[in-house]
């Protein structure tokens, strides 16, 4: 049996930009993890909703 190891590159990430609807799972499935969050008005003359600026309590790792 061999074990190869392999390295997973990931970044912490403190911050970032969440559609509503990631926002609305995130609030629902794990609302401790939010420190703040702010609206991200859509651009005026479209569509666009928005989006969400959200701080975590602490940092989450994601991948590259």
Do not use: N
Request: hydrophobic fraction near 35%.
């Amino acid at each position: 049996m061999s074990h190869l190891s392999q390295a997973i590159d990931v970044l912490p990430v403190e911050s970032e930009i969440l559609t509503p609807s990631e926002f609305l799972k995130l609030m629902t499935t794990k609302p401790s993890m939010i420190k703040e969050s702010k609206v991200v008005p859509g651009r005026l003359g479209t569509k666009d909703f928005g989006s969400f600026r959200v701080t975590y309590t602490r940092p989450i790792y994601k991948t590259l």
